[in-house]
C-alpha cells in the first residue's frame, strides 16, 4: 500500500497580547471610585475629584488625558484635578496623553495633572484655591506618579489650515496649588516632556523621596512662594534649545519666599541653565551664573554631603 501522506505541520500561532478595556470618563467624580489596572481610563473632560471623594488608582494602572480644544471647558482641555478636600489613594501609576482615537501619543496638548489643597490659597490659569478653615483637608497617596507629554503649549497648530495660532498662557503637565506637607504623601513623581514647567508648585510645601523631571517644554522646576524638600534624589534634564528663558529652576515670589531643599545624601543630576537671580548654598554644588536673562550651561552630579538650599526671596 502506498505510504499515507502526511498532513503539513501548522504553526503555532503565539496567543495574542491581552488588550485593555477602554473606559472613557468625562464628567465630574462625585463619589468614591477605584480605577483598576485591567482597565485604560481616558480622561475626555475637565474631570474633577470633588470634596470628600476618595479615587482609587489601582498599583500599574494607566490614565490618558485625551488631546485637542474642549471649548466649554474652564481650561479649554481635558484634565485630570483634584479639588481641595478630595483624597488620592495609589500605588504606582502613569498619566500619558493621547489621541481621539484613545491611542497614547507623544504630543502634549491637554490640561494636565493638578492637585488643589487646604494649606493656602492661590491661583494659576483660572484655577483658585481658598484656604480652608475648617472640613477635611486633601489627602494625596501614592507610591510614585509618572506622567508624559501632559500640559498645553501657549500656541497650536490649527488641523484645518495649519496655522500657528496663539490661545493664551500655556499649561503646566503637573500641578499643585495651595497643597501642604499634611496633604502630600507621594513620595516619587516623574515628569517627562511637558508642555510648560515638568513640576510647578503654587503656594505650597511638599516633600518627595524623588522627583525626576526630563526634557520639558519650558522650566524644569517652577516654584512659587513655595516650600519643596527632595529627600533622596533629584534629576532634572533640560537640555539647552533655542528657547531662551528655559531654565532648570524657576522660583517665582509673588506671596513670599520660595526654597528647594535638597539635604545631606540627596543624589543630585542637573543639566540646563540654572535660573535667574536665584541663590544656591552649597558646598558641594559649583556656583552657578543666575545673572538675568544669563544662558550659560550648568550640569552636575553628585551625592550632596551637605544639605542645600535653592531659594529667592525676591522677584526673579
Known amino acids: ?55 482609587k488608582i489601582a498599583d500599574g494602572a494607566t490614565l490618558l488625558i485625551a488631546n485637542g480644544v474642549l471649548p466649554k471647558s474652564q481650561l479649554r482641555r481635558a484634565a485630570l484635578i483634584f479639588e ?43 484655577i483658585t484655591v481658598k484656604k480652608s478653615r475648617g472640613g477635611e483637608p486633601s489627602s494625596f ?19 484645518k489650515t495649519g496655522k500657528e495660532l496663539d490661545i493664551g498662557d500655556d499649561i503646566d503637565g503637573f500641578s499643585l496649588i495651595g497643597v501642604g506637607p499634611d496633604e502630600w504623601h507621594v513620595a516619587e513623581v516623574r515628569s517627562l516632556y511637558s508642555a510648560d514647567d515638568g513640576f510647578d ?15 520639558p517644554a519650558e522650566d524644569g522646576l517652577n516654584v512659587s512662594s513655595s516650600r519643596i524638600e527632595i529627600r533622596r534624589s533629584l534629576v532634572l534634564d533640560v537640555p539647552k534649545s533655542r528657547d531662551a528663558d528655559r531654565d532648570l529652576f524657576d522660583l517665582e515670589t509673588d506671596d513670599g519666599g520660595s526654597f ?18 536665584l541663590a544656591l548654598s552649597s558646598p558641594d554644588m559649583p556656583r552657578p551664573n543666575t545673572a538675568a536673562d544669563n544662558e550659560r550651561r550648568y550640569a552636575y552630579s553628585g551625592r550632596l554631603k551637605a544639605d542645600a538650599v535653592i531659594h529667592s526671596l525676591t522677584a526673579d
Request: proline share 7%; net charge positive.
Open 141 to 159: 497617596r501614592a507610591r510614585s506618579i509618572t506622567t508624559s507629554h501632559l500640559g498645553r503649549r501657549d500656541t497650536y497648530r490649527s488641523p
Open 1 to 55: 500500500m502506498p505510504p499515507k501522506k502526511q498532513k503539513p505541520a501548522q504553526a503555532r500561532r503565539s496567543p495574542s497580547p491581552r488588550r485593555r478595556a477602554i473606559e472613557v470618563i468625562e464628567g465630574p467624580i462625585a463619589r468614591d471610585r477605584t480605577l483598576g489596572k485591567a482597565t485604560t481610563w481616558v480622561i475626555a473632560g475637565e474631570v474633577r475629584v470633588r470634596r470628600g471623594v476618595t479615587l
Open 260 to 277: 528647594v531643599e535638597l539635604p545631606k545624601g540627596c543624589w543630585v543630576r542637573l543639566r540646563g541653565v540654572f535660573g535667574d537671580q
Open 201 to 215: 508648585l503654587t503656594n505650597s510645601h511638599v516633600r518627595l523621596d524623588r522627583l525626576e523631571v526630563r526634557h
Open 84 to 126: 481641595p478636600g478630595s483624597a488620592l489613594v495609589a500605588g504606582r501609576f502613569a498619566v500619558r496623553a493621547c489621541n481621539g482615537e484613545h491611542r497614547p501619543v507623544k504630543e502634549a496638548d491637554n490640561g494636565g495633572l493638578w492637585f488643589l489643597g487646604t494649606f493656602a490659597a492661590g491661583s494659576k490659569d483660572g
